[in-house]
């Protein structure tokens, strides 16, 4: 289905990409989105991996689907803008010791809660949030095949080509990833139920 | 299968990513296994609650800034190359220009830095070497240790100089008349004016080496050796004492000759090590030196040492 766009395209013809970027931008974005936890971070990358897609495009061999290829230039230049924003990340990403403050006073994290259930006391934009800074607190490399498997539901193989990766490497690395994700919502959270 | 190799296997379990081989053993553990099966409880809600993270909606204008960039790209790759150099002007030839200012301003600073190849310092051309001399120093101090005076008033005794004696303090007569002409340097021995003088040359400036010989040979390896003789008392141990000396100063033995009852030495030695040579020499007898002084360019000196058994004469 991309496969004419990209044709096209690659021959000069900007309507034809202006087409592609209409139908990934979306998934592109967000996933930047969810690694740099920034949203003007992944803008600005956003529109970095369209313009080095468009620089490239004669490049594209077909082999991959388009979305694969497009996929792994996001995730090489969301590490580099992370590694360019390291030290600002580590500042801003709060902290997870922090008491949460709900509509029905302060929740401390880290208590075994003998209520019927931790979540259901909690606002859920409030979880919302601390799952993405569960997330967003993963070495890149976790973090990676937690939103491409988890948010853009992409199969293991598709995850290690678009990260050059073995496909066993992929789901230790996955179980690996999930289990610190699990880790940090019960610390935040107390015992889930 | 145990806890631990299950728990590993629960991620890729819930993908459906495992053999059914495994799925049925883990499937088989899980009906026993309570702490297992709550694992995996815990595990299936935490995919869910990642899920759950809503997809975000790019912001507005995101498109038309990304096809912004890239008709300019597009406009950008059909350009000349030179167009793509310089323009647009008013961004791209300053920059050029600062960048060109800098790099003839590091090159200068770079250049200026360097430090003079001390190569070219010690080899002057045929044409400097020509017209060098020792100074006027150095071949007053010569004369005082080695006699030159005394071997200039017996200059009868000996041949004449292969090639230019010094210009010490007193102009022999003969030597007078070989006053290199106006123009040349000061310094310049009388030898190098032999060839100039014309019918005013005497013996001892005619045997000289011509100036177009001199031009024509090379700075160190065709100049005649050093003339000195060794007045000693046995020339045969004498020889073996100069060897160690010359050892000492870095020099080699070349060539050994006997003639008249006389030891002649060819050596070579170090030009700094010329001067402590001498003195070692001196020690054993008395020395007269045909040449004074060496021209400083020079890195080795060929010396041929006629040991004698001749008393001093006075």
């Known amino acids: 289905m991309d496969a004419p766009l990209v044709s096209a395209a690659a021959g000069g013809d900007l309507d034809a990409f202006e087409m592609l970027v209409r139908r990934h931008q979306s998934r592109i974005y967000n996933f930047v989105l969810r690694m740099t936890d920034s949203p003007e971070d992944a803008a600005e990358v956003t529109q970095d991996v369209f313009v080095a897609a468009f620089r490239r495009l004669k490049t594209f061999r077909g082999k991959a689907k388009f979305s694969t290829w497009l996929g792994a230039i996001a995730v090489n230049l969301s590490r580099n803008r992370l590694v360019k924003n390291r030290r600002r990340m580590a500042n801003e990403t709060p902290s997870l010791d922090a008491p949460v403050v709900t509509a029905d006073g302060e929740f401390c994290r880290g208590t075994v809660s003998e209520e019927p259930s931790a979540l259901e006391r909690l606002e859920s934009q409030a979880l919302r949030r601390v799952v993405r800074d569960c997330v967003a607190r993963l070495p890149i490399e976790f973090r990676e095949v937690v939103v491409l498997r988890e948010l853009q539901e992409l199969a293991y193989d598709e995850i290690a080509d678009m990260l050059s990766l073995r496909a066993g490497t992929v789901k230790s690395r996955l179980s690996r990833a999930r289990e610190a994700v699990k880790q940090c919502l019960q610390r935040a959270m107390g015992k889930l139920q | ?314």
């Open chain 2, 1 to 314: 299968m145990n806890h631990r190799n299950l728990r590993e296997k629960l991620s890729a379990y819930i993908d459906g990513e495992v053999a059914d081989s495994e799925k049925e053993a883990i499937e088989r553990h899980l009906q026993v296994c309570d702490a297992c099966r709550a694992a995996l409880d815990a595990l299936q809600h935490t995919v869910r609650q990642v899920k759950a993270l809503e997809e975000q909606t790019p912001p507005d204008g995101l498109t038309r800034r990304i096809m912004d960039r890239v008709r300019a790209e597009a406009a950008d790759r059909g350009q000349p190359f030179w167009h793509r150099l310089f323009y647009p002007l008013h961004i791209k030839l300053p920059i050029e220009a600062v960048a060109m200012v800098f790099l003839v301003v590091m090159g200068a600073y770079l250049y200026r830095q360097m430090p003079d190849d001390p190569r070219l310092a010690q080899m002057p051309s045929a044409v400097e070497q020509k017209f060098e001399t020792p100074s006027m120093a150095d071949a007053e101090g010569e004369s005082r240790r080695t006699g030159i005076a005394e071997e200039r008033r017996s200059g009868a005794e000996h041949p004449a100089a292969e090639y230019r004696a010094v210009k010490p303090a007193p102009a022999l007569p003969e030597q007078k008349a070989q006053e290199p002409p106006a123009g040349r340097p000061a310094e310049s021995s009388p030898s190098f004016a032999v060839d100039e003088s014309g019918p005013q040359r005497s013996a001892a400036a005619r045997s000289a080496p011509s100036e177009s010989t001199v031009l024509k040979k090379d700075l160190d390896a065709d100049l005649p050796p050093l003339q000195m003789t060794l007045e000693v008392g046995d020339p045969g141990s004498a020889a073996v004492a100069v060897e160690k000396h010359l050892k000492k100063a870095g020099g080699k033995l070349l060539h050994t000759e006997t003639q008249s009852g006389d030891t002649i030495l060819t050596v070579s030695i170090p030009y700094a090590g010329l001067d402590s040579f001498r003195t070692r020499l001196a020690e054993l007898g008395r020395v007269r030196e045909k040449e004074a002084a060496l021209a400083e360019n020079r890195t080795e000196s060929v010396l041929r040492i006629t040991l004698t058994a001749q008393p001093f004469s006075e």
